[in-house]
């Protein structure tokens, strides 16, 4: 099983992620920020995961802490419910459109963390979260689930819907990257390790 639970207790924020890499895109999201779960959900329902996700975070501050970690707490999952990451695609990519906005998403489950976040934004704010904390929120996920990620809003003009191409083209890369290929029984890596 495929599986993972993670719980991440800070001083700022609660994170309770369970996460099912094999599931049908059944979402269950919670975080204080609607917009928020609104893009949480499209990478379970666009990338096949059953996805539960609880959040309590100090938001009479700002939505800084709550994004941030509810990013490393969904990475953490993506790590451990890949467990040695034997048999795996490794590689997908993304291109969403949606409606003005072309997205692309690029990523590698290498177990090298990087990420690079291109994109033009119109607002500092889209439903109720500062644009600046897209790419640090994709980032953060990269990290902890040890990917390198590429995301590039290619044009747009709406900033709803540049957020919400990138979120679905990152589950559309994520399904293609987590994919077992009957194929491989290895790591796929001519390393022999990731």
């Known amino acids: 099983m495929r599986t993972a639970e993670v719980h991440r207790k800070t001083n700022e924020t609660a994170i309770h992620v369970s996460l ?10 919670k975080t204080g920020i609607g917009f928020l ?13 059953d996805l539960t996700l609880r959040a309590e975070g100090d938001l009479h501050v700002d939505e800084h802490h ?12 993506f790590d451990r419910a890949l467990g040695d ?4 695609v490794r590689m997908g990519s993304a291109w969403v459109p949606m409606d003005e906005t072309l997205a692309f998403v690029a990523i590698d489950l290498s ?15 889209v439903g109720g979260i500062a644009t600046a904390l897209f790419p640090h929120f994709l980032q ?22 540049q957020a919400e191409a990138i979120f679905k083209a990152l589950g559309r890369a994520l399904d293609a990257a987590t994919t077992l290929d009957p194929r491989r029984g290895d790591v796929p890596s001519t390393k022999g390790v990731l």
């Open 20 to 29: 099912s890499l094999d599931g049908r895109g059944e979402a269950d999201i």
């Open 37 to 49: 779960d609104h893009m949480l959900h499209h990478v379970a329902v666009h990338g096949l995961f």
């Open 66 to 77: 709550t994004v941030e970690d509810c990013a490393l707490a969904l990475g953490s999952a």
């Open 85 to 88: 990451r034997k048999g795996i």
């Open 111 to 125: 177990g090298r963390p990087y990420a690079v976040v291109q994109a033009e934004w119109r607002t500092p704010r």
């Open 140 to 161: 953060s996920f990269a990290v902890m689930a040890r990917a390198n990620l590429h995301a590039r809003v290619l044009y747009g003009a709406d900033d709803h819907h």
